[in-house]
């Protein structure tokens, strides 16, 4: 039985607002992780840090860092803003990323990925866990790393049970990850294909896990961790409200509708992906914030139909 659900960071949808309106109008989610927090050019990005002002009980940041004193000035940074968990990124499998050494391209570089577990046992005042992929070439790297790891105080690792180089197509690794499992002596949190209850049970019963992490397989059923649990899904109304305080803060941050429309485009890539695909195409052809909001309100009026 899957006890623990917990948010995947992804760039562009999962931000802070996301983040506290998903919460507050469906939940399920145990823990919560921002996108993660790199440098740029040796400073750090204006809108990672507006992302982790406000520290949440169930908030761990991610920080991508692709060498020790990365991490270090990573970790100073985010602990002088009152964090005292942190997700360290070896598993982001995006081209430009890995290109430079950083996210699952440290699976390539063991001894990278070894120095800064160890620095990470230099920090005692910070909890640390670790999302990972099983290989950047192929799945068998992890175990490259894997006594590093087990020698690392680690609240839990995350797997997503593919290499680096498939992003996110072809199979999963079952066998790998069952060794991976067998042979980590943290928590272990799987990541991979999670869209259906049916998926979290199959994996939650054949496996020894503490739970599991979902993230585009929420976007596409925002019930799925109630679904999960066993609670009681939320009607369409709640999308509404979540939707219209989304805009509506969104509004507030941007400099006009035209920003606030295609920040909320690509989320429509993966909601409700029953709706009919005319409808979807005025959202996605729409440039002006009452086009928008036409498209969707007409999206809702069927979805309310269908549920009632």
Aim: hydrophobic residues 35%.
């Amino acid at each position: 039985m899957i006890t623990e659900i917990h948010l995947a960071p992804l760039q562009g949808f999962t931000d802070a607002i996301f983040r506290q309106l998903f919460c507050k109008y469906y939940g399920g989610i145990d823990r919560c992780y921002t996108p993660f927090i790199r440098l740029e050019h040796g400073n750090f990005r204006v809108r990672d840090i507006r992302d982790i002002e406000s520290p949440q009980d169930n908030l761990s940041p991610q920080i991508l860092p692709g060498s020790a004193s990365e991490f270090n000035v990573l970790v100073d940074k985010i602990e002088s803003l009152g964090y005292t968990e942190i997700d360290i990124n070896m598993g982001c499998p995006f081209p430009p990323v890995m290109a430079h050494g950083r996210g699952c391209a440290l699976l390539n570089i063991p001894e990278k990925a070894i120095e800064i577990l160890r620095e990470a046992r230099q920090r005692p005042a910070v909890r640390f866990s670790l999302k990972m992929r099983l290989g950047y070439a192929d799945t068998t790297q992890w175990r490259q790393i894997i006594d590093a790891v087990n020698d690392t105080e680690l609240t839990h690792v995350t797997v997503h049970a593919r290499y680096g180089k498939q992003q996110y197509k072809g199979e999963c690794d079952m066998e790998q990850f069952a060794d991976f499992v067998a042979a980590c002596r943290h928590k272990v949190i799987y990541n991979g294909d999670i869209c259906t209850p049916a998926d979290a049970e199959a994996v939650g019963n054949r496996f020894a896990i503490g739970g599991v992490m979902i993230g585009r397989g929420l976007l596409a059923d925002l019930n799925l961790p109630r679904k999960i649990k066993g609670l009681e899904p939320c009607n369409i109304d709640c999308f509404r409200q979540l939707h219209a305080e989304l805009v509506e803060q969104l509004t507030q941050r941007m400099d006009n509708d035209r920003q606030v429309v295609d920040r909320m485009k690509p989320y429509w890539e993966y909601l409700f992906p029953t709706v009919d695909h005319k409808m979807r195409k005025r959202i996605k052809k729409s440039n002006k914030m009452s086009e928008y909001s036409a498209a969707v309100a007409e999206i809702l009026h069927q979805l309310k139909e269908e549920e009632s």
